[in-house]
């Protein structure tokens, strides 16, 4: 399955070889059982790349990051099949 901005997912795996690039704000790494929202999708030569971001609450920024989706297991928990609703 193929992510798309806006899905809700929660990580079951994360291998952190394959983050790409991590905001320097994060309280630390993601983790199994965390849940995220996708921010952002991008594709390049090596693949598909999502930017996730995870609060415990609003406005508290535990963790964003982008990964090679290869490196993630997930479960999608919601999905929106366009854009984030407003």
């Not at 901005?5 to 320097?24: H, P, T």
């Not at 994060?26 to 952002?40: L, M």
Request: with cysteine; glycine share 6%; hydrophobic share 40%.
């Amino acid at each position: 399955m193929t992510l798309s901005k806006g899905d809700i997912v929660k990580l079951i795996d994360v291998d952190q070889a394959k983050v790409v690039l991590s905001d320097w704000l994060n309280s630390r790494e993601a983790a199994p059982g965390d849940i995220a929202e996708v921010e952002e999708i991008s594709m390049g030569e090596a693949g598909c790349i999502a930017r996730l971001l995870c609060e415990s609450h609003a406005g508290s920024l535990e963790w964003r990051a982008s990964y090679f989706e290869a490196g993630l297991t997930y479960e999608v928990l919601r999905s929106y099949p366009n854009d984030v609703p407003s």
